[in-house]
């Protein structure tokens, strides 16, 4: 059985859930505040990784970027290029696993934002990921990496929630602590 995060129809599952127009609607202004916080020149060379469906690579195009993306959720991809070609910019969409990705000095940026780093089991595959951006970044490259610390986790945590993301669909979330906050185990339960 492969890790939860290799699994398409989890992935695809969620999508409602995690992808909501509102999610959408907010890229253009996180992207703004990526531009500015990493400096970009114009027509920057962006490499998104674990980029889902691409809702910050295709407005950092809409920013005039080249951006490429990078993911291994086959339906997100998809739905990224298909998102793409609605909204007229040209983003490179490629299915890749972030430790293997890998293309020597070729970007000016790298981003990875929605929390996307860090589902691994074993930190050396995290590092494996580091390892690749940073070769991928040309000499002076900048990395935005969007991440919640254990620190404000903790302050916020709480063992059940819920939220309803978009009218008819309802997450119920069930978390626990690992190992003294080395990490959370998550169940979602979805209803639409």
Sequence with gaps: MPAWYDDDEFWTAFYPAMFPESRWE??????????E????EKSAQILDFCCGPGRHAIALAGLGHRVTGVDR????????????RAAGV?????????????????FDAAISLFTSFGY?????????VLANVHASLKPGGKLLMDMS???IIARAFHPLGWEEPEPGVLVLQERKVRDGWEGIENRWI???
């Excluded at 907010?26 to 531009?35: D, I, L, P």
């Design 190 to 192: 979805y209803y639409s």
């Design 120 to 128: 691994f089991e074993d930190p050396r595959d995290d590092q494996k």
């Design 73 to 84: 959720t086959v339906p997100y991809l998809e739905i990224g290029k298909e998102k793409a």
């Design 37 to 40: 916080l990493l400096d970009l």
């Design 90 to 106: 040209d983003v490179v969409f490629e299915r890749a696993d972030v430790r293997d990705f890998r293309r020597v000095a070729e």
């Design 149 to 151: 610390g254990k620190e």
């Design 26 to 35: 907010a890229a253009s202004e996180e992207v703004a505040s990526v531009a």
